[in-house]
């Protein structure tokens, strides 16, 4: 087998599992809630934030595609800011609140009060981290893509 033909299909699979993780970050944010029966009104207007989440996750997959296709690494930087965007993900998912019968509960406080209160203040930077490293990991793998800088001999 042409190890360029297997350079292709690995970067084509880490493409799509990167696709596929974007995706279930996205629906456990706009969704999670329901896994713990917690799931309410305010799912519509998470859909705001999860689909441009999902949607960066699409160029993200692409970018990791074409790292590989052209024989190029992926930086540790590049790994860094999606490791953080998924992990600010999965604690937004947890702290993200919802309306329901018994009022606003999330995952990790229910409604209890004052933790209700402290999953509400952590959601927030939660979201702003994730949108923030996942945009980082979609510029630096755009720029992997591109291959290392050439070095100017002097």
């Known amino acids: 087998m042409d190890s360029s033909r297997t350079t292709t ?29 917690i799931g309410g009104d305010l799912t519509l207007p998470y859909l705001a934030l999860g689909v441009p989440v999902a949607v960066l996750f699409v160029f993200i997959g692409r970018a990791h595609d074409r790292i590989l296709a052209r024989g190029f690494t992926t930086r540790p930087a590049t790994w860094g800011a999606l490791v953080a965007a998924w992990g600010s993900g999965v604690l937004l998912g947890l702290t993200l609140p919802d309306t329901t019968p018994d009022g606003m509960q999330t995952i990790l406080s229910g ?8 999953a509400i203040g952590i ?32």
């Open 9 to 37: 299909r690995a970067g084509t699979l880490r493409g799509v599992l990167l696709l596929l993780t974007g995706v279930a970050l996205a629906l456990w944010v706009v969704l999670g809630r329901f896994l713990f029966g």
């Open 111 to 118: 409604a209890r009060q004052p933790w209700l209160d402290v």
């Open 123 to 154: 959601a927030n930077p939660a979201a702003t981290i994730m949108i923030a490293f996942t945009i980082i990991a979609l510029v630096l793998a755009v720029q992997d893509a591109r291959g290392p800088r050439p070095v100017e001999d002097h």
